[in-house]
């Protein structure tokens, strides 16, 4: 299946950590793209990364992907209690493919 | 742009009853989705539109379920009779592609509950 699995289901921190989730998935992509979802709320795009790029940044957020493994991750530097939510990896198999949403990681920032 | 917008924000109805679920999407997008949003399933992609056409209707649960898009800027979730197992969050998301180069913008959601 396309459909990408993160890694681990659920994550609890203290503020100011880092904070590492892993997306895996099986076929082969076009790109690979992060989305938060706060408590209530609909999923906000992060960041995309393309099948030819290895690591993008955006702010404290740095996604890498491999596509030899198949996998990616998203890290999430010096977190603070406004990132607690829960975060989506989802891929595209082909550039006019519809977009396909794993289970999501549940991120838990502790004061 | 006030971004995607869906309503109502929450609905409460009876099993059999007729639910209609709304959207507008983000001006200038041609790419319109519905997903469901369950604890067991997760995100599921029920349709998608082009140019207000519908292009993928197989994540469309059953015959109960339908949706349209009469224009750019509007579109409808139906379900005709509503079950309880159709309680979840439906969002609507618009883009400028499928997947190939924008990420999606999504709505707040209307959480269904149908008892």
Same mark, same amino acid.
Request: net charge neutral; aromatic share 8%; glycine share 8%.
């Given at each position: 299946? +396309? +459909?990408?699995?993160?890694? %681990? +289901?659920?994550?609890?921190?203290?503020?100011? !950590?880092?904070?590492?989730?892993?997306?895996?998935?099986?076929?082969?992509?076009?790109?690979?793209?992060?989305?938060? +979802?706060?408590?209530?709320?609909?999923?906000?795009?992060?960041?995309?990364?393309?099948?030819?790029?290895? !690591?993008?940044?955006?702010?404290?957020?740095?996604?890498?992907?491999?596509?030899?493994?198949?996998?990616?991750?998203?890290?999430?530097?010096?977190?603070?209690?406004?990132?607690?939510?829960?975060?989506?990896?989802?891929?595209?198999?082909?550039?006019?493919?519809?977009?396909?949403?794993?289970?999501?990681?549940?991120?838990?920032?502790? %004061? | /742009?006030?971004?995607?917008?869906?309503?109502?924000?929450?609905?409460?109805?009876?099993?059999?009853?007729?639910? *209609?679920?709304?959207?507008?999407?983000?001006?200038?997008?041609?790419?319109?989705?519905?997903?469901?949003?369950? =604890?067991?399933?997760?995100?599921?992609?029920?349709?998608?539109?082009?140019?207000?056409?519908?292009?993928?209707?197989?994540? =469309?649960?059953?015959?109960?379920?339908?949706?349209? =898009?009469?224009?750019?800027?509007?579109? *409808?979730?139906?379900?005709?009779?509503?079950?309880?197992? /159709?309680?979840?969050?439906?969002?609507?998301?618009?883009?400028?592609?499928?997947?190939?180069?924008?990420?999606?913008?999504?709505?707040?959601?209307?959480?269904?509950?149908?008892?």
């Amino acid at each position: 299946s +396309q +459909q990408g699995e993160e890694d %681990p +289901q659920a994550l609890s921190i203290q503020e100011g !950590e880092n904070a590492t989730m892993n997306c895996s998935y099986k076929t082969s992509i076009n790109n690979l793209q992060w989305y938060r +979802q706060n408590s209530g709320r609909g999923l906000v795009h992060l960041i995309l990364i393309r099948s030819n790029e290895r !690591e993008k940044h955006s702010g404290r957020l740095r996604v890498t992907l491999d596509t030899s493994k198949k996998s990616s991750s998203l890290l999430i530097t010096a977190s603070r209690a406004a990132d607690t939510a829960s975060y989506f990896c989802a891929t595209a198999g082909s550039r006019d493919d519809k977009i396909i949403f794993g289970k999501g990681t549940r991120l838990h920032i502790l %004061p | /742009d006030a971004g995607v917008i869906q309503s109502p924000r929450h609905e409460v109805t009876e099993m059999g009853q007729e639910v *209609t679920l709304r959207c507008k999407p983000i001006s200038g997008h041609d790419y319109l989705f519905w997903y469901r949003q369950t =604890m067991m399933r997760g995100l599921e992609l029920l349709i998608y539109f082009n140019n207000n056409v519908p292009i993928d209707d197989s994540g =469309m649960p059953e015959d109960r379920f339908s949706a349209k =898009m009469p224009n750019a800027s509007f579109s *409808t979730l139906k379900i005709q009779p509503s079950e309880p197992r /159709d309680s979840a969050v439906y969002f609507c998301a618009s883009s400028s592609s499928t997947g190939g180069n924008y990420g999606y913008t999504f709505g707040s959601g209307t959480r269904l509950t149908v008892v």
